[in-house]
């Protein structure tokens, strides 16, 4: 079986592959200061929960935006799953042009949703990955990561409106059901909801005249479910991108190892 670990700045996933699918995932807040034996902990009573014992696995993937956490995430699977993880970042060949002015400056999450993108959908895609921060990436249709943009996330957004603004409150983030808001809540979730529309609207309409070809626009992301039927401007949304990429690169490399 294999772990996959997607660590992003809010959130990380820990994903069971028993060779044919996923059969378990779970979340944790991100802390960069959390040990291996403390993850251990955690992830030993998920796993006691659905049947599965830490010395169930025979391989282990990490891809994380948060290098201070990857000596912890490096040895929970060092001294517990008693595997040698694939660390992606670390001289692991991904197997995909990167054509940016600077290869090394490509986030490991970017280039895993554009291989999990690659292999299902054909042709030029962008990706939007809705999380801390909301990335639209370029894939050409050879599969190689053109570059694309990056703008500060949903989440991220409300919070620095509630702590810039003395007098206007934190609340959830929710689709309204109106754009004129008829009280402070309503119009700050109309602000942050319709803006980030527009927002995704308005980016993806330039991206696609600046490319001046077809493509298809994948939503992904901790947040992506939020703009399920919002929005005409992406074509398919796809919770499993992420890993999906992890697994095909460790397909890719126990074929070459």
């Not at 290869?103 to 292999?119: F, M």
């Not at 493509?215 to 999906?244: E, K, N, P, W």
């Amino acid at each position: 079986m294999l772990l996959a670990i997607e660590q992003g700045n809010t959130n990380t996933l820990f994903a069971v592959h028993d060779g044919q699918t996923w059969i378990a995932q779970w979340r944790a807040a991100t802390h960069s200061t959390r040990t291996a034996d403390e993850y251990a902990v955690w992830l030993s009573q998920l796993l006691g929960m659905a049947g599965l014992a830490m010395g169930a696995f025979d391989g282990c993937i990490i891809s994380s935006v948060v290098p201070q956490s990857i000596f912890n995430l490096r040895n929970l699977a060092r001294r517990y799953l008693h595997v040698e993880p694939l660390v992606i970042g670390e001289n692991v060949e991904l197997g995909i042009p990167i054509r940016i002015d600077k290869p090394s400056e490509a986030g490991a999450d970017r280039l895993v949703n554009a291989i999990g993108a690659h292999i299902v959908y054909p042709g030029a895609l962008i990706v939007i990955d809705s999380g801390t921060a909301t990335t639209f990436d370029v894939i050409a249709a050879d599969g190689g990561f053109e570059g694309g943009v990056i703008a500060p996330g949903i989440n991220l957004s409300m919070e620095a409106l509630h702590n810039a603004a003395a007098k206007l409150p934190r609340v959830a983030i929710q689709k309204p059901q109106r754009i004129i808001g008829k009280d402070t809540v309503g119009a700050m979730q109309s602000g942050v909801f319709w803006g980030y529309i527009g927002l995704i609207e308005g980016l993806v309409a330039r991206i696609k005249s600046e490319w001046d070809r077809p493509m298809t626009v994948i939503g992904t992301g901790g947040v992506a479910s939020l703009f399920h039927g919002a929005t005409m401007a992406i074509d398919h949304f796809d919770s499993d991108l992420t890993i999906r990429g992890m697994l095909e690169i460790w397909r890719r490399h126990s074929t070459k190892a």
